[in-house]
């Protein structure tokens, strides 16, 4: 079956902060040949202002960002449905923390977004499936990652209320789960051979 045909997907790279969803969710939308939106550039100010002082996110800081990701996730695949020249697997690379089921469930596009009142219906969501790749590792590498990253926002504290939030995604459906303390590449090869194994070829 000729790639362009399959269904499109939105593929989300998702852990903690400073697991590396950057760096690999980068590299395998260039591996794929996909665009890729890195949830972090999406933030509100506020948002990173409040992480930058030390605060974690709540839920109510978070679902408005996570309905902005989600959107422009879907931008990008109606943007290859529109363009007579796209040839390739349709779909996009979302790096983004994602760290309880319900955010998930946002970027899926199967929860109603929040921002929509309840006397009105919800816009009808773009049939865009979405797979997960997680980065699991522990603790202590996490830390010495983020405490070793310089000029960034989110400070190597923070990284416990991270963990705390975290709802492991491993028993739901459609998940590959790639190892910390892997090399990029192998974590950018496994990914890919997990995703293709889920999804289908790319
Ligand atoms: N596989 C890896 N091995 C070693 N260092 C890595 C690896 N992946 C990422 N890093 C480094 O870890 C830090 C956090 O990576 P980053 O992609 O910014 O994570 P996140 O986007 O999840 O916060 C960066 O300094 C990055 O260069
Ligand atoms: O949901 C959150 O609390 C944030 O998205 C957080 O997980 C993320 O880590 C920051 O945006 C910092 O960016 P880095 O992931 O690059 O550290």
């Given at each position: 079956?000729?790639?362009?045909?399959?269904?499109?997907?939105?593929?989300?790279?998702?852990?903690?902060?400073?697991s590396g969803k950057?760096t690999i969710?980068?590299?395998?939308?260039?591996?794929?040949?996909?665009?890729?939106?890195?949830?972090?550039?999406?933030?509100?100010?506020?948002?990173?202002?409040?992480?930058?002082?030390?605060?974690?996110?709540?839920?109510?800081?978070?679902?408005?960002?996570?309905?902005?990701?989600?959107?422009?996730?879907?931008?990008?695949?109606?943007?290859?449905?529109?363009?007579?020249?796209?040839?390739?697997?349709?779909?996009?690379?979302?790096?983004?923390?994602?760290?309880?089921?319900?955010?998930?469930?946002?970027?899926?596009?199967?929860?109603?977004?929040?921002?929509?009142?309840?006397?009105?219906?919800?816009?009808?969501?773009?049939?865009?499936?979405?797979?997960?790749?997680?980065i699991?590792?522990?603790?202590?590498?996490?830390?010495?990652?983020?405490?070793?990253?310089?000029?960034?926002?989110?400070?190597?504290?923070?990284?416990?209320?991270?963990?705390?939030?975290?709802?492991?995604?491993?028993?739901?459906?459609?998940?590959?789960?790639?190892?910390?303390?892997?090399?990029?590449?192998?974590?950018?090869?496994?990914?890919?051979?997990?995703?293709?194994?889920?999804?289908?070829?790319?």
């Amino acid at each position: 079956m000729d790639v362009s045909s399959k269904h499109p997907v939105l593929i989300l790279v998702m852990g903690v902060s400073g697991s590396g969803k950057s760096t690999i969710g980068s590299l395998l939308a260039d591996s794929l040949a996909l665009p890729f939106v890195d949830a972090d550039d999406l933030h509100p100010k506020e948002n990173v202002a409040k992480m930058s002082s030390g605060h974690p996110l709540t839920d109510e800081d978070r679902f408005p960002w996570l309905e902005i990701v989600r959107k422009a996730a879907e931008q990008h695949v109606l943007e290859q449905d529109a363009d007579p020249n796209f040839r390739g697997r349709r779909g996009v690379v979302v790096a983004c923390s994602a760290l309880k089921k319900k955010y998930r469930d946002i970027l899926r596009g199967v929860d109603k977004p929040r921002s929509v009142p309840e006397h009105l219906d919800p816009p009808h969501p773009h049939d865009l499936p979405a797979y997960i790749a997680y980065i699991k590792g522990d603790r202590d590498l996490l830390f010495d990652r983020m405490h070793n990253r310089k000029n960034h926002f989110m400070k190597a504290q923070m990284l416990d209320s991270q963990l705390t939030d975290l709802e492991s995604p491993e028993e739901e459906p459609g998940v590959v789960v790639i190892r910390l303390e892997d090399s990029t590449e192998k974590q950018v090869s496994d990914a890919r051979d997990g995703l293709t194994k889920l999804a289908g070829s790319f």
